[in-house]
């Protein structure tokens, strides 16, 4: 059983600049030295939190989407982030999963934050995606996502991390911290959460708290309010052995009441 080696890149974001994002995080992934699988950026990592999707959003066949896959090719490894997508006349908050053979999948934001109008101005998704790597299953998620337990659900082919990348304020960091761990005692799985540090355009503050959380809910890793990157190595024989010491998941409800 082969142990992941993710790493999460949390970074402040430059406002609605999608050129000087890319300049940066080309510098940041070249920074990545030691070896890992997986390297998570935040959401909407090219833009930060924008509504103005109009103006920002591009095509799957545009050059921000084929420098990820060339740099995970670069990297040989797989890098996860969202990005503003224009498709069939919508916006999507797109997460892409691009792998180094040149395979990309995509996760389409589900739960869209109507605070701050995202479900005006984005098209949502309706389906999960699992990625596998060295025998693990994947399962990514976006900021908002993370307050709803039945989205989010490990049921029946159980997936072995889950991914939440986000913009999610200083505000209500409390509850990031507290649901990210709260979704790992549930799913009986690792949660990978990376979020972004800095100010954004519309004034509101990020403090990061980028974290990793295991099974029974420890924080193996955590960063707050500054720039970091940081490989953490996950343990399938110790998921396994939880799992089987403490199977909770075989009494699952696979329904909502």
């Known amino acids: ?3 992941l080696r993710i790493t999460m890149i949390q970074s402040k974001l430059i406002w609605e600049d999608i050129e000087s ?8 992934l070249n920074n990545v030295k030691e070896y890992t699988d997986i390297i998570v950026l935040p959401e909407m990592f090219l833009t930060g939190f924008s509504m103005n999707a109009a103006k920002l959003a591009i095509s799957m066949k545009d ?16 890098i996860v982030g969202s990005l503003i997508i224009k498709e069939n006349g919508q916006y999507f908050n797109r997460l892409i999963w691009a792998k180094p053979v040149r395979e990309i999948f995509t996760y389409d934001k589900k739960h869209l934050f109507r605070m701050a109008g995202e479900d005006r101005v984005y098209s949502a998704g309706n389906k999960n995606i699992t990625a596998e790597l060295k025998g693990w299953k994947l399962r990514p998620f976006i900021c908002y996502d993370l307050r709803f337990p039945i989205w989010t659900r490990n049921i029946g082919d159980l997936f072995d991390v889950a991914v939440f990348i986000a913009n999610w304020p200083h505000k209500r960091a409390l509850h990031w911290k507290l649901l990210l761990k709260a979704r790992a005692i549930e799913n009986q799985c690792y949660v990978v959460g990376v ?6 355009g519309n004034g509101l503050f990020y403090s990061g708290d980028s974290q990793v959380v295991d099974p029974k809910g420890n924080t193996v890793f955590e960063q707050q ?13 110790e998921l396994k052995a939880y799992r089987k010491d403490f199977p909770v998941w075989r009494d699952a409800d696979h329904q909502a009441c």
């Open 1 to 3: 059983m082969h142990d």
């Open 195 to 200: 979020n972004r540090v800095g100010t954004d």
């Open 21 to 28: 994002n890319i300049d940066m995080f080309d510098k940041k």
């Open 63 to 78: 050059e921000p989407v084929k420098w990820l896959v060339e740099k995970s090719v670069q990297k040989n490894a797989d």
């Open 225 to 237: 309010n500054t720039e970091c990157i940081h490989t953490v190595k996950l343990s399938m024989s």
